[in-house]
């Protein structure tokens, strides 16, 4: 059994970079990625400037249908992606792979100019003279009163901010008229060729061969393996910026992930639970006018869609004027800050679970019914087996029997489709419900993130729900062990 569970452990790294490739693959053919995301983005934005009469930086061209993104911005844009890369290293850097990052680029500042740069927490500025780039610290310094620095192009001089009289020079970093000197940054420079989008008249994409300086921190071999800033990939668990909510994609998974785990984790359990209960007491009682009773109860739910049921309970039973009865709150999993605040330990408790009762109906409603006709089914179909007649036969009482004998082999058609379950509890079928009720759930979160062609979103959600998902089916197989020992997956050779 320790040897099946290693495996399977072994097994889930290879299907998590299955699900990798086969989305890179996917973003990388179909048009609209996440450049197209970002660039769709801010020309909707000028294009609101230009029809009101305001400038919008980046943009060039004249009139609403003819602005393009100017190509220091777009690179800009590239580097933030983590798009200034060719495509095979962009697909390693997804999985597992270390490369150091450039800060900038000959796209990205012009000969005689100079960029302020704010990269891994350091604040630089750069000045670039031909295929030479000067970077030095350009924080505040009150000790020595020279303060940020902005660049005077007509000058081609550093100047204070705090006294525009204090100018260095950009090449050597030395105050002119005075002994102050500029922390200099190392950097090193290399030329690098990538396969690049050229946009031609009607922003059609064409593959071109581009060739540039990217600009690095000088560091050595054994510090650069040392800078964990230097390590990418999902499997150490680095997740990219989402694009639409400029946030870290973990960031918006692990906010989300609790919501959806209270309501999936205690949904799921109170769905198996009656599930087991009420379908043992219709196999024993089949036949019965309680088994008749249950059994449409049984089949109005199943026929009633989660969604259906949140709306009818908002309606009928919500804060709404038209309510019967006000017995559930309209949205979120508590009442508003300045009210919850107030409360007690169990006054928060019961808020708490007042606004979780409908939801976690509605997620349970659909699964508890078709779990439970496949409980009494299963029930009943061990009742007619040889192992059970003959314990009968052998005066065991039909309590014994059904708990003893039967009830194990049950289950085992319930544990085959736990993992999925599990996962649609918290993605799929979730998503209308979060929805409805104003939750912020992680299914939620995913659904947002399709519509919004958020691919680093995305590819996190998935990535993540994979291995969620992975999971519970080994424990799935485990469970096939605990509820029928004779159940082995080690190799017997006869």
């Not at 704010?118 to 030479?132: E, K, M, N, P, W």
């Not at 999936?264 to 088994?291: E, H, M, P, Q, W």
């Not at 089949?299 to 908002?314: E, K, Q, R």
């Not at 009928?316 to 309510?323: H, K, L, T, Y």
Request: net charge neutral; proline share 4%; with cysteine.
């Amino acid at each position: 059994m320790w040897a099946y569970i290693l495996k399977r452990l072994l097994l889930i790294v290879p299907t998590g970079i299955g699900i990798v490739t086969v989305f890179f693959v996917f973003s990388e053919l179909v048009p609209g990625g996440p450049l197209d995301q970002v660039e769709a983005m801010i020309l909707d934005e000028a294009r609101k400037s230009a029809e009101g009469g305001a400038a919008f930086g980046g943009v060039g061209g004249q009139g609403a249908g003819g602005l393009t993104i100017d190509p220091e911005i777009r690179m800009q844009i590239k580097r933030k992606l983590g798009l200034n890369h060719n495509a095979f290293e962009r697909y390693l850097r997804m999985l597992v792979w270390f490369s150091r990052d450039s800060f900038i680029s000959s796209r990205e500042i012009g000969d005689g100019e100079s960029r302020r740069v704010s990269f891994r927490g350091q604040r630089l500025i750069v000045y670039r003279a031909g295929q030479d780039f000067f970077a030095y610290e350009n924080v505040l310094d009150a000790g020595r009163q020279h303060g940020e620095l902005t660049f005077d192009s007509g000058g081609g001089v550093f100047v204070s901010t705090l006294d525009s009289r204090v100018r260095f020079a950009p090449r050597t970093g030395r105050q002119l008229d005075g002994d102050l000197a500029l922390r200099r940054v190392p950097v090193e420079v290399r030329n690098e060729r990538f396969n690049e989008f050229a946009y031609d008249a009607v922003q059609g994409r064409t593959v071109v061969k581009e060739e540039r300086q990217e600009v690095y921190l000088a560091e050595s071999t054994w510090k650069a393996l040392a800078d964990w800033d230097n390590w990418h990939g999902y499997f150490l668990l680095k997740f990219p910026d989402s694009i639409t909510q400029n946030k870290k994609s973990y960031e918006l998974i692990a906010e989300r992930l609790p919501v959806s785990m209270r309501l999936g984790i205690v949904s799921f359990f109170l769905t198996y639970s009656l599930c087991l209960l009420l379908g043992i007491a219709k196999a024993v009682k089949n036949g019965t006018r309680f088994d008749a009773a249950t059994s449409v109860l049984v089949l109005i739910g199943y026929g009633t869609p989660g969604f259906v049921l949140a709306v009818f309970l908002i309606t009928m039973f919500g804060p709404g004027s038209d309510a019967l009865v006000h017995a559930f709150p309209l949205r979120g999993l508590h009442s508003p800050p300045e009210i919850y605040g107030a409360l007690g330990l169990f006054g928060k408790l019961w808020d708490n679970i007042h606004h979780l009762i409908a939801p976690i109906l509605c997620l349970t409603v659909g699964s508890f019914a078709g779990l439970t006709m496949l409980t009494k089914n299963s029930v009943l179909e061990q009742f007619d087996q040889l192992y059970a007649v003959a314990a009968r036969a052998r005066g065991l009482s039909q309590r014994r029997v059904l708990f003893k004998h039967i009830l194990r082999n049950s289950l085992i058609p319930l544990v085959t489709g736990f993992p999925e379950r599990f996962v649609m509890m918290f993605f799929a079928g979730s998503v209308l419900i979060e929805k409805i009720f104003s939750i912020d759930g992680i299914g939620l979160l995913g659904y947002t993130a399709l519509v919004e062609r958020d691919y680093p979103l995305m590819i996190s959600n998935l990535f993540v729900f994979t291995y969620i998902g992975l999971f519970c089916q080994l424990l799935s197989d485990i469970g096939y062990v605990v509820v029928d020992p004779r159940i082995s997956f080690e190799e017997h050779r006869s």
